[in-house]
């Protein structure tokens, strides 16, 4: 019974959205959903706020289709629900509704704003529910999502998201469509600034992190060249870079500094990558950030004061 009142719901909604009356189908459904809610008939009330936000965004309306999946987030974090495959489903549902790309996307656009924002939240309840097992293959969805949708325009946030998921090949391929879309002299710094991201990705487990880290890292390079079906560059910089790996995976921050004074020059190419190497030594190999005389000098003052 309470199913078929949600159905005569969906379709009013349907009805009203086809004559383009948005902000009255809008209103009706948030007037329905507090309803559902004051009557404890939650489940309708999840059914309500999904397809109520996917018939909003698949018909443009991205305010009012934004509006009702945050009630729908907000619903799962009152009613402290866990994160499992049919929650996770109406959410995946609501996020594939939004508006695809246009040629006007920028990085900052409102749709992939919003769009962010919602699987942020998302990722936030999750989080909170120390839902430790699901959130690679969650970041693996969201990244995915984003890079389908909204292409290189969201790729620092696709990126991200790669870099904490289960999958690796996925990221790898993104890596290859944005290489043969730039320079080709470029190829050797888009895959070393990939590694190094991934191996400055701090891991769940702190003390497996160095190793597995650097078995991704492995990874990582091997699916590139299988989706190209090349051999990686054969400059200075990407030998930095798997030497690299293999001075992480031993553990050896001795071996890392000596690689970094040897191939020096060539990383100038790109002066991010020093920063990124500083984290590296932090993640992987125990080295505090912002090291170096200033800390010493901290050090030595601080045991002095103590004796």
């Known amino acids: ?11 009013k909604l349907r009805t009203n959205l086809e004559a383009g009356s948005y902000y009255e189908a809008q209103q009706m459904f948030k007037t329905v959903y507090h309803r559902y809610r004051s009557r404890k008939l939650y489940a309708d009330s999840y059914t309500l706020a999904e397809e109520g936000a996917r018939l909003q965004l698949e018909k443009g309306q991205l305010n009012c289709g934004v509006e009702l999946a945050k009630l729908l987030l907000e619903a799962y974090e009152a009613d402290d629900l866990e994160v499992n ?12 509704a939004f508006p695809q790309a246009s040629t006007s996307d920028a990085p900052g656009s409102c749709t992939a704003s919003e769009a962010t924002q919602f699987i942020n939240a998302t990722f936030k309840w999750a989080t909170r529910k120390q839902a430790h097992a699901a959130l690679g293959n969650m970041h693996a969805q969201a990244a995915q999502f984003l890079w389908d949708t909204y292409g290189q325009s969201q790729l620092q946030a696709i990126t991200m998201h790669f870099l ?8 790898a391929s993104v890596l290859a469509q944005c290489v043969s879309e730039a320079h080709p002299d ?31 890292a492995t990874e990582l390079l091997e699916s590139y060249q299988a989706i190209t079906r090349q051999a990686l560059p054969d400059t ?13 995976e031993r553990e050896s921050l001795t071996l890392t500094r000596l690689l970094q004074k040897e191939y020096r020059l060539s990383l100038q190419r790109d002066p991010a990558l020093q920063g990124l190497l500083d984290k590296v030594e932090a993640v992987c190999l125990g080295v505090k950030q912002g090291g170096g005389m200033g800390n010493i000098l901290s050090d030595m003052l601080k045991t002095l004061a103590e004796g």
Do not use: Y
Request: with cysteine; hydrophobic share 45%.
């Open 85 to 96: 495959d049919t929650t996770l489903r109406r959410i995946w549902n609501v996020l594939h």
């Open 186 to 216: 470029e190829e050797d710094l888009f895959l070393t600034r990939a590694v190094l991201q991934l191996l400055s990705t701090p891991a769940q487990d702190p003390a497996a992190c160095r190793k597995a880290r650097a078995a991704d």
């Open 236 to 248: 200075p910089v990407m030998h930095f870079t798997q030497l690299l790996v293999q001075a992480v």
């Open 164 to 171: 904490r998921s289960d999958n690796l090949p996925g990221f």
């Open 1 to 11: 019974m309470a199913e078929s009142g949600v159905e005569k719901v969906l379709q």
